[in-house]
T-cell receptor, first 111, second 114 residues
Framework: DAKTTQPTSMDCAEGRAANLPCNHSTISGNEYVYWYRQIHSQGPQYIIHGLKNNETNEMASLIITEDRKSSTLILPHATLRDTAVYYC????????????FGDGTTLTVKP | DTEVTQTPKHLVMGMTNKKSLKCEQH?????MYWYKQKAKKPPELMFV???????INESVPSRFSPECPNSSLLNLHLHALQPEDSALYLCASSQDPRGNTEAFFGQGTRLTVV
């Protein structure tokens, strides 16, 4: 599975959009981009995933560049409860759902 | 029911003890996973079960022994652990063993080996 690179930490003001970048320059054509987050002492929580098109759900939007080498997770109106570690993961479609977590980005939403 | 339930939530065991961690899901998922997470580190994959068969073992020491008795249950048997095995153990499941469906994680078992 392709390796991902994320900034170590980011801050965001409450109510503003949080834009979390992820680099996956070695991604293959059959690999999905997934985002999970982990709030302190809890299990990771699925946010969104995509293959090549932009995706949106009730939690977030995922923007994947045309060459698929990077993506951005957008939380449109961040709240204090969105403070967490955000993981960007690349998963091969033919793999048994093997998720290799990188170090993630610690997002701190500030009042 | 979209939950993965792990028991116990906390476990303290001695190095000579034998204990088991339990994971349960009733979503009809056919892939189940064990992860280990040390403090301030990302989760590390240990085992993957696909249709109740072990499909991935990430070179985990034999003192960790997984078992999948049926499609809803996943156990992790522990024996002769070391203090460095103290960690949060996470169970997850996904509908499809292929990588195009999201995984649901339990809240984990926090294990302390003394």
């Amino acid at each position: 599975d392709a390796k991902t690179t994320q900034p170590t930490s980011m801050d965001c003001a409450e109510g503003r959009a949080a834009n979390l970048p992820c680099n996956h320059s070695t991604i293959s054509g059959n690999e999905y981009v997934y985002w999970y987050r982990q709030i302190h002492s809890q299990g990771p929580q699925y946010i969104i995933h995509g293959l090549k098109n932009n995706e949106t759900n009730e939690m977030a939007s995922l923007i994947i560049t045309e060459d698929r080498k990077s993506s951005t997770l957008i939380l449109p109106h961040a709240t204090l409860r969105d403070t967490a570690v955000y993981y960007c993961i690349v998963i091969r479609n033919t793999n048994a759902g093997k998720s290799t977590f990188g170090d993630g980005t610690t997002l701190t939403v500030k009042p | 029911d979209t939950e993965v339930t792990q028991t116990p939530k906390h476990l303290v065991m001695g190095m000579t003890n034998k204990k088991s961690l339990k994971c349960e899901q009733h979503m009809g998922h056919r892939a189940m996973y064990w992860y280990k997470q040390k403090a301030k580190k990302p989760p590390e994959l240990m085992f993957v079960y696909s249709y109740e068969k072990l499909s991935i073992n990430e070179s985990v020491p034999s003192r960790f022994s997984p078992e999948c008795p049926n499609s809803s249950l996943l156990n992790l048997h522990l024996h002769a652990l070391q203090p460095e095995d103290s960690a949060l153990y996470l169970c997850a499941s996904s509908q499809d063993p292929r990588g195009n469906t999201e995984a649901f994680f339990g809240q984990g078992t926090r294990l302390t080996v003394v």
